[in-house]
């Protein structure tokens, strides 16, 4: 696991230093609310520095890549963005790689604390081919922007979120029109470690509070929070953004393949409105019930206070469960009660 010290940002008046997967950057500084309003309207940055960033050169990194991964990568132009996966042998998801190719070198972003890990299997893979991999991470970070498009020339290189997609060749597991997430528009900026605080300049930030609040009202996933070892990508609804249905083998490529064709996954992501009477909010990993139910149907993976939605989360539970029931969360204070709006149909 690559190890970095704290953002300089987080020393910034009102910093409040984020816990678990993202710490080491700010959760927030000072407002939530008001950082999630500044994003929605495009005057914010977040500082997501902590995340990985591994850079691939060569001049057979793109069709080497295209071999490993679940999109279809090996004519990708020059700063355009694509989303791939890196799954196990039986289809599980192993890595998200966020790519975006500056013409000379891939440029892959990766959640934090897994660029040593991924970087370590991506280099192992590399046999005679023309290919470099190297992690990165402690020369380059990263910044979030509000912002649906790359960076041209003579700005730094940048990947757009194509989420909701669909993108390319794939099957969207969710609805295709009047998703939450068609009005979702996200970067990922590089820029020189040492030049982070410069970067901002005097910008407005917003913590990971509120990216938070608006990846889970568009219903993204994101990697180790909606995914676990079992986890295909059929259920989270990820083909549509990083799947490629009909490209050349790669690893995993059977169970995604068997599952579109033959069957549906077992499990299924949901959307969450909890009940906000209580001030506190259950935590991620929390068990989920049917209400009058004693056996857990699924587990809460995120949880937000959205600023116009109020708490909202994602799940995954059992494909079986009724869509129209109402599902339990039991708590130290007392249980939430959550409705669900279906993602993945059962």
């Not at 370590?120 to 893979?125: F, R």
């Not at 900026?189 to 990216?211: I, M, Q, S």
């Not at 939605?309 to 009660?337: C, Q, W």
Request: aromatic letters at 4%; a negative charge; glycine letters at 10%.
């Amino acid at each position: 696991m690559t190890t970095l010290t704290p953002s300089p940002l987080i020393d910034r008046p009102r910093a409040v230093a984020a816990e678990g997967v993202d710490a080491g950057v700010a959760a927030h500084y000072g407002d939530p609310g008001r950082e999630q309003r500044l994003l929605t309207e495009g005057l914010a940055v977040v500082d997501l520095s902590h995340r990985g960033v591994i850079a691939v050169t060569g001049s057979d990194r793109l069709r080497w890549l295209h071999s490993l991964t679940s999109q279809h990568l090996s004519d990708l132009a020059p700063r355009t963005s694509a989303e791939s996966l890196i799954l196990t042998p039986k289809g599980h998801i192993e890595h998200v790689l966020h790519v975006v190719d500056d013409g000379e070198t891939t440029w892959l972003t990766v959640e934090p604390g897994t660029s040593a890990e991924a970087a370590a299997w991506l280099d192992s893979m590399r046999f005679m081919l023309d290919v470099a991999v190297a992690d990165v991470t402690e020369s380059w970070a990263v910044l979030g922007e509000p912002i649906g498009r790359e960076g041209g020339e003579g700005e730094p290189v940048s990947w757009v979120d194509p989420w909701p997609g669909p993108v390319g060749d794939t099957a969207p597991y969710g609805p295709v029109d009047a998703h939450p997430g068609a009005d979702w528009a996200w970067r990922e900026t590089l820029v020189p470690r040492a030049e982070l605080d410069a970067a901002v300049g005097d910008r407005e930030l917003a913590g990971t509070w509120a990216l938070e609040a608006l990846r889970v009202h568009a219903w993204r996933p994101r990697f180790h929070l909606e995914t676990d070892h079992r986890t295909i990508a059929h259920e989270v609804d990820w083909l549509r953004t990083a799947v490629h249905l009909h490209k050349g083998c790669y690893r995993g490529q059977e169970t995604i393949a068997r599952v579109h064709n033959l069957g549906r996954p077992p499990r299924r992501i949901v959307s969450l409105h909890l009940d906000g009477s209580g001030h506190l909010l259950p935590e991620a990993g929390s068990p989920l019930f049917v209400e009058g139910g004693t056996r857990p149907v699924g587990q809460l993976t995120s949880v937000a206070r959205h600023h116009e939605e109020g708490p909202i989360a994602l799940a995954v539970i059992k494909r079986n469960t009724d869509p129209g029931a109402t599902l339990r969360i039991p708590t130290p204070s007392g249980d939430v009660t959550a409705a669900q709006t279906v993602i993945v149909a059962p």
